[in-house]
């Protein structure tokens, strides 16, 4: 502590009266006294008002906080009027710290504080006084209630609630302009003297900035302060209690200010002319080069729009404004041509989009510069539709299908043609190819969704005139996805039954996958290829099945492997189904359930084969060998009659003439096989010997209307049931016009079986190309009459 602040205690309590011994005197009549405290009020019943006085005077006590010394510090004294000095008299306290924080003498009535108080917790304390007989312990006086108040002496510096504040204030703003208030608290009583007035004051940041002695409030003290210069300034504000006189307690804190950015700069094109240049081959929307105008400000005042405002250029040329980066970017607006024009010129400018009125003085808020673009002449390579394609073909698809086209062009004034081609590199398996001339991309393979879901092909445009000249472009193929795949078993079951299952117990859940991926998911069907008397199978129908058994108990010795066929089917279009065989062995199991035994000697002991049984087995076997090897021998010995220099086995038989005519009917009917309603007897084959004559069968005659694929269809069935047909191969070829033609045959291998004559006079007037074939038949007349 101070010398200053100590004097300043001594004075505070050399002038407080009453303070080092106070004492409150506490009298009482003996007889209450009644005294009439107003005019007599008439009433009906005569009665006057009286008050009657009290023994005990109260006044506060007053207690100077951060008492130092090394005794209790002394607070005050109580006294009855009832006390004679005699020690009869008891003297009780209670309230807010009464025993602990303030303690009584029971005989004098003195109240002493028993440490040092800090008003800034408490500011005063309420507590209850009673004055007691000591023998008796009855109360000679009422409880009565005092306050102890704790002056305050400066002991608390101001403060502020941050130690470095940030604020801003635009730039080149006029004096005076408010920045940001700062407030200091001291926790000091401000109703006590100076203690908690605080005067502020700068003690770093003049001459830019001041501030409010009595407030706080921080304001420019320069004018027209420019971010451009300077930006950023750090102000140190000093608090100050007992109103800012010498002696008082001070805190600091740290104020930076930035200065906020206004639209004050205009932009300004760093050059008067710029130069760019451009391929006359660059399309519609090509960004051929850039402007950029600077301007000192940031933020939204420093955002600039370009505009082409002159120039020969306005119709060929556009000017887009980029927000990041605020440049003008010039493209392409229409195609350029070299042998038309080599040279444009533009004239940009470039302005503000945000300007503040105040600095109209400071414009005008735009520039101007000009903008020439050469064109230069180049060979370009061919230029495709798109920057790459997408085609999506199902996989059942026949080989050959154009797929899609991809299209490109030469933007040269020459027009070259284009040659494509496929980058081999991106297609290995062959699988795809393309017309050179047209860009139609064809399959040359079948395609498999399950193998490749996506090609991804790249097709290359040439120019034919100068091949070097080329353009690549990616071509993407998704094959979709159709129904070819029959589902089938997931696993391979390894599945047994017990000789002593029950019927319908449960022995295997099966489930099954498909290689194709439908759209709305996989849905198996599972069921029995055909009624099976000892299993049965389940569907879940949820894409599992059940196997159960049908009968009670199994005999691995008479049965020891059952093949249960089971059918799975999808239900996408169209349905796929395939046939999955269970192999069920059939085990000894315990009363569990659990598979003990399933070898073949388990099955092969018990049997008690005798040796004459394994004999009569060997000599069957070798009676089977011996028909086999003899039904072979005699097969070669078929050979046919006609011999030719070609494999007799092929029934392709080469005659080397014109055959036999009308004549030879024997190898086959024509006239059998141009009307149905004409079938002979099957006559026996003449190319080899016939071992044993069958009964022919008479084929039932096809009505009239009857299909060629019909008719074919039926006649390819007989050929194949036909017990006589050789063991080799035989083509069969049918000349099967049907006989629905309105100009009848025309052939004359079917002349034998008219009975009359055949008027072909109509072929004159079939026009000039039958004149001929009427000149041949239609003379029949003049020979018949020879």
């Not at 804190?253 to 006359?280: K, Y």
């Not at 859940?509 to 069921?527: E, N, R």
Request: aromatic content about 8%.
């Amino acid at each position: 502590m101070t010398i200053y602040q100590f004097l300043v205690l001594f004075l505070l309590w050399v002038c407080l009266p009453h303070f080092c011994s106070p004492e409150i005197m506490f009298r009482r009549t003996p007889v209450p006294q009644k005294r009439t405290l107003g005019t007599r009020v008439p009433r009906s019943d005569g009665k006057i008002l009286h008050r009657q006085k009290r023994g005990w005077m109260w006044n506060q006590f007053f207690l100077l906080e951060e008492y130092t010394g090394s005794d209790y510090q002394y607070v005050g004294k109580l006294h009855s009027d009832q006390d004679k000095g005699d020690g009869s008299l008891k003297y009780i306290l209670s309230g807010d710290g009464a025993g602990t924080l303030f303690i009584i003498d029971e005989k004098t009535g003195d109240i002493h504080a028993t440490r040092r108080i800090d008003r800034e917790e408490k500011a005063f304390y309420t507590l209850r006084a009673q004055a007691i007989n000591r023998r008796t312990l009855r109360p000679v006086e009422p409880e009565s209630e005092f306050v102890i108040k704790i002056h305050d002496i400066n002991d608390n510096e101001p403060t502020f609630p941050e130690e470095i504040y940030t604020a801003s204030v635009p730039e080149m703003s006029v004096v005076g302009t408010s920045v940001v208030q700062v407030t200091a608290t001291d926790a000091d009583d401000p109703s006590y003297g100076n203690s908690a007035r605080v005067i502020y004051s700068i003690l770093q940041g003049q001459p830019y900035f001041s501030v409010e002695p009595e407030t706080g409030i921080i304001r420019t003290a320069l004018p027209n302060m420019n971010r451009e210069n300077r930006e950023q300034y750090q102000v140190v504000i000093q608090a100050k209690d007992m109103g800012g006189q010498m002696g008082g307690l001070s805190g600091t804190t740290t104020v930076n200010i930035t200065l906020t950015d206004v639209n004050d700069n205009p932009p300004r094109f760093p050059q008067n002319t710029i130069h760019l240049r451009v391929l006359e081959s660059s399309p519609v929307g090509t960004a051929i080069g850039s402007v950029k105008a600077t301007d000192a400000d940031t933020g939204k005042n420093a955002e600039v729009e370009y505009r082409i405002i002159d120039g020969d250029g306005t119709d060929m040329f556009d000017i887009i404004t980029e927000k990041d980066t605020q440049e003008g970017i010039i493209t392409v607006k229409k195609p350029l041509d070299y042998e038309s024009r080599r040279l444009y010129t533009l004239k940009v400018e470039a302005e503000n989009t945000h300007v503040d009125p105040r600095f109209y003085y400071l414009g005008p808020f735009k520039d101007t510069t000009i903008v020439k673009i050469s064109v230069e002449d180049v060979d370009e390579p061919p230029v495709f539709s798109r920057s790459s394609y997408l085609f999506e073909v199902h996989e059942d698809i026949e080989v050959g299908t154009i797929i899609g086209t991809v299209m490109a062009r030469d933007p040269d004034s020459t027009s070259s043609p284009i040659r494509f081609s496929l980058d081999r590199h991106t297609d290995l398996d062959r699988i795809f190819n393309i017309h050179s001339g047209n860009g139609s991309l064809y399959t040359s393979k079948p395609l498999d969704r399950e193998l490749s879901q996506w090609h991804n092909l790249t097709v290359i445009a040439a120019e034919i005139n100068n091949p070097k000249e080329m353009t690549r472009v990616a071509v993407f193929v998704r094959i979709l996805d159709v129904n070819d795949n029959a589902p089938q078993f997931a696993v391979f079951y390894d599945t047994f039954v017990c000789e002593n299952a029950r019927p319908g117990q449960l022995i295997q859940t099966i489930s099954a996958v498909d290689k194709d991926d439908p759209l709305g998911g996989q849905k198996f069907f599972f069921s029995l290829a055909a009624v099976n008397p000892n299993f049965t199978v389940q569907d879940n129908e949820d894409n599992t099945a059940r196997i159960l058994t049908r009968k009670n108990g199994f005999n691995r010795h008479e049965i020891s492997t059952y093949l249960l066929p089971v059918v799975i089917s999808d239900n996408d279009y169209p349905i796929q189904s395939s046939t999955g065989t269970l192999t069920i062995r059939v085990c000894a199991c315990d009363s569990q359930g659990n598979m003990q035994s399933c070898s073949a000697e388990a099955l092969l002991l018990p049997a008690g084969l005798s040796t004459g049984a394994l004999i009569a087995i060997l000599l069957c076997i070798i009676i089977l060998l011996v028909v086999l090897f003899a039904a072979l021998k005699r097969q070669r010995k078929k050979e046919p009659l006609i011999l030719s220099k070609e494999d007799i086995r092929d029934n392709i038989v080469s005659y080397n003439d014109e055959g036999g005519g009308e004549e030879d009917t024997q190898a086959f009917d024509i006239g059998t096989l141009r009307n149905p309603a004409a079938v002979e007897e099957k006559k026996l084959r003449r190319d080899i010997i016939p071992e044993t004559l069958f009964i022919p069968r008479r084929t039932p005659t096809a009505p009239d209307n009857t299909d060629v694929r019909d008719f074919i269809h039926e006649r390819l069935k007989e050929h194949d049931l036909d017990p006589t047909a050789p063991p080799y191969d035989s083509l069969a070829t049918y000349a099967y016009e049907g006989t629905d033609s309105l100009a009848d045959s025309l052939s004359s291998l079917e002349s034998a079986t008219s009975d009359s004559d055949q008027n072909y006079d109509y072929l004159r007037e079939w026009g000039p190309r039958f004149h001929k074939l009427a000149e041949m038949y239609g003379g029949g007349d003049s020979d018949r009459d020879s």
